[in-house]
């Protein structure tokens, strides 16, 4: 019922900014949640951030450094990363809450490929 399809990630140098695009594809778009999660290799999935109706939230890692936003009717998931660091090397997967509008959401149901973030120094 509804793709995800990212892009945006790359390799960058300690300090510098990329911003992922978490594009959505089917109709309609609920008003449930939207999430970016990274795994690094041997490592467990961290959620990063997530938007919401009720605002956003952050991991502590990430706070102050990568806002989250939901544009263009729902149909489009951003991450903007700036000041990033060596350990945010991972790969960074948007999901989406299935179901209808609130409060029928169901929970990240839906997944994008992932994009492979590489922060070099």
């Known amino acids: 019922q509804v793709t995800l399809v990212e892009s945006g990630g790359g390799s960058v140098q300690a300090g510098g900014s990329l911003k992922l695009s978490c594009k959505a594809s089917g109709y309609p778009f609920n008003n449930c949640g939207s999430y970016w999660y990274r795994q690094a290799p041997e490592k467990e999935r961290e959620l990063v951030a997530e938007?919401?109706?009720?605002?956003?939230k952050y991991a502590d890692s990430v706070k102050g450094r990568f806002p989250i936003s939901l544009v263009d009717g729902r149909s489009t998931l951003y991450l903007q990363m700036n000041n990033l660091k060596t350990e945010d090397t991972a790969i960074y997967f948007c999901?989406?809450?299935?179901?209808?509008?609130?409060?029928?959401?169901?929970?990240?149901?839906?997944w994008g490929q992932g994009a492979q973030v590489t922060v070099s120094s």
């Open positions: 938007i919401s109706s009720d605002g956003t």
């Open positions: 999901s989406r809450d299935g179901g209808g509008d609130q409060p029928f959401c169901q929970s990240r149901n839906y």
